[in-house]
């Protein structure tokens, strides 16, 4: 039985709780905000973020990030990307050299362009960042439906650890070393949703989003490899698996402010209805800036930043999407 705290009160740390419970480990939830700690001690359960699950009686939630680091296994940090770098540096009075700390957001930091492990590590250099990923909406996870996902760490015993903490018989878990292609094809990803949202929103087919996530495999590939990624990650579960998870799907926030946006309504608009936090525009300039610096196309990303960023038409950036040069496919 491992013990486990997960840093997070919304959707995808109470799946995650759910799924570790299930598994026979012990399992310590934290919020930095009290009234979520309230809400899961009291109601077991967060109606905003996850509607009808409810959070097992014999899962702790706690605000004190001593207790919820206290002697664990593995810490899993399941909050957004924006606020990695601040739940890292306040762990550093708590964390072991050694420890195991799991990624689960899907984010690059805005200012520095480092992936989560990377904003991890800098704040905490002695620990062990690793990356769980994949197709893995908590909505489904929740309810104890089949989901694969990939865990990503510096060297395969860690990763295999984690692995067998998360498996079960409704979720498989791959191994990998591939923490930056893992890493990009979660960040670049939800770009790419926004962009499959907006074509929905345009009233746009299936012709549209597939294309949209073919290209889309095309783009995150071309960056990854640049910064040293794998190109099977690309067409694996952290890649098109969970692009096309993203893109389809009415329980991606990103889909769903892509559809806001294409029918006409802001970011900002967009981002206050969904009510849940928007990985893919944080993410947009920082994939744009990273295809800059490493010379490679990423005409999708760009024109999302354009739509997102320069209040362009979402007509306009497909038009010129469409009208680029041809050339060979690659």
């Known amino acids: 039985m491992a013990k486990v705290g997960i840093l997070g009160g919304g959707g995808w740390a109470i799946g995650l709780a ?137 060297d395969l015993e860690t990763a295999k650890y984690i692995a067998g903490v998360f498996s079960s018989n409704v979720f498989r878990v791959y191994t990998s070393t591939d923490r930056i292609g893992i890493e990009i094809g979660g960040s670049v990803k939800n770009v790419i949703a926004l962009a499959a949202g907006i074509a929905d929103g345009l009233g746009y087919g299936d012709n549209t989003k597939a294309a949209l996530i073919t290209r889309g495999v095309a783009e995150m590939t071309r960056l990854g490899l640049a910064m040293g990624g794998q190109s099977a990650t690309f067409a694996g579960l952290s890649g098109i698996g969970d692009l096309i998870v993203t893109c389809a799907s009415m329980h991606s926030r990103n889909r769903r402010a892509g559809i806001l946006i294409g029918q006409g309504k802001t970011a900002d608009e967009a981002m206050k209805e969904v009510n849940m936090v928007v990985e893919g525009v944080y993410s947009a300039q920082a994939a744009l800036e990273l295809a800059e610096k490493y010379q490679v196309e990423m005409p999708i990303v760009e024109q999302v930043n354009r739509v997102l960023f320069e209040s362009k038409n979402p007509k306009e950036a497909v038009y010129e999407l469409m009208m680029r040069d041809t050339k060979q496919e690659a």
């Open 18 to 154: 759910i799924l570790l419970h299930d598994n026979g480990s012990e399992v310590t939830m934290w919020s930095k905000i009290e009234s979520e700690v309230e809400l899961l001690r009291t109601e077991r359960k967060n109606e905003r973020c996850l509607p009808g699950i409810m959070l097992p009686e014999d899962v702790s939630v706690t605000g004190d990030l001593a207790e919820v680091t206290a002697d664990k296994d593995i810490l899993i940090l399941a909050v957004a990307s924006r606020f990695m770098r601040q739940t890292a540096a306040s762990l550093r009075p708590y964390v072991k050299p050694g420890q195991i700390l799991v990624d689960v957001a899907k984010g690059l930091e805005s200012d520095t362009l480092l992936t989560m492990t990377q904003v991890i590590e800098s704040e905490l250099p002695d620990c062990r960042a690793a990356i769980l990923s994949g197709p893995s909406h908590a909505e489904e996870v929740a309810r104890r439906l089949p989901t694969t996902c990939v865990a990503g760490a510096a």
